[in-house]
T-cell receptor
C-alpha cells in the first residue's frame, strides 16, 4: 500500500460540534503531518508527529487537537471551530522527519471542511 | 524568517512549448527541494525533487536545476501538454526544523 488515506472526504459542521478527521498510512512511515490549505494558497503546516510523539505544533489554536494512536494512524479532533477554519485539511507522511527534513512527504487526498 | 519565494504566480503557455518556474530560498543550509503538482480538488503530488549534491535532475519532460550559490532552483517542463495544467508548488526545508516551507504556488495553464 503506497497511499495515504483520509476520511471523511467532506465534512460540514456547526461551531458547537465536535468532529474528528482521520488519516492512515501503511507505508511504515514514522512521521505524519497535518496541514491546512486555504483556496489558492500553499499547504500550511499545523502539526508534526515523529515516532508517535508530537514534535511540532505551529502555534495552532487549541480547538484543534491532534492524536497519534499508533504509527499508522493520525487523528485531528475538532471542537468549537470558527467559520474561518473552513479549509482543506491535508495529512501527509514521510519515512522519517529527520533534521533537516529531507524525506519525501506523501499527501492524502484531504478533507474539505466547512464550518457554518 | 525563513521563506521560499516562487515566480511567476500564473503562467500561460501554448501546448508544446516549455514552461519554467523559479524559486528562491533563504536558508543556506537547505539541502532538499521538492516540487509538487496539485490539480483542482486533488492532493499535492510529488513530481520531482533534487538534493543539494547535484545541480540538475531530469525525469522525461520534467527537470529541476539547483544553484546553491544563488539559492535558487527551477522547474522546467518541456513539450507541455494540457494535462500539465495545475498549480505547482516548490518547497524547501528549514534547517533544524522538521518542516518544509512551501512557495506560494504557480498556476500553469496550457493552451491548446
Amino acid at each position: 500500500d503506497t497511499e495515504v488515506t483520509q476520511t471523511p472526504k467532506h465534512l460540514v459542521m456547526g461551531m458547537t460540534n465536535k468532529k474528528s478527521l482521520k488519516c492512515e498510512q501503511h507505508m511504515g512511515h514514522r512521521a505524519m503531518y497535518w496541514y491546512k490549505q486555504k483556496a489558492k494558497k500553499p499547504p500550511e503546516l499545523m502539526f508534526v508527529y515523529s515516532y508517535e510523539k508530537l514534535s511540532i505544533n505551529e502555534s495552532v489554536p487549541s480547538r484543534f487537537s491532534p492524536e497519534c494512536p499508533n504509527s499508522s494512524l493520525l487523528n485531528l479532533h475538532l471542537h468549537a471551530l470558527q467559520p474561518e477554519d473552513s479549509a482543506l485539511y491535508l495529512c501527509a507522511s514521510s519515512r522519517t522527519s529527520g533534521t533537516p527534513s529531507t524525506d519525501t512527504q506523501y499527501f492524502g487526498p484531504g478533507t474539505r471542511l466547512t464550518v457554518l | 524568517g525563513e521563506n521560499v519565494e516562487q515566480h511567476p504566480s500564473t503562467l500561460s503557455v501554448q501546448e508544446g512549448d516549455s514552461a519554467v518556474i523559479k524559486c528562491t530560498y533563504s536558508d543556506s543550509a537547505s539541502n532538499y527541494f521538492p516540487w509538487y503538482k496539485q490539480e483542482l480538488g486533488k492532493r499535492p503530488q510529488l513530481i520531482i525533487d533534487i538534493r543539494s549534491n547535484v545541480g540538475e535532475k531530469k525525469d522525461q519532460r520534467i527537470a529541476v536545476t539547483l544553484n546553491k550559490t544563488a539559492k535558487h532552483f527551477s522547474l522546467h517542463i518541456t513539450e507541455t501538454q494540457p494535462e500539465d495544467s495545475a498549480v505547482y508548488f516548490c518547497a524547501a526545508p528549514i534547517q533544524g526544523a522538521q518542516k518544509l516551507v512551501f512557495g506560494q504556488g504557480t498556476r500553469l495553464t496550457i493552451n491548446p
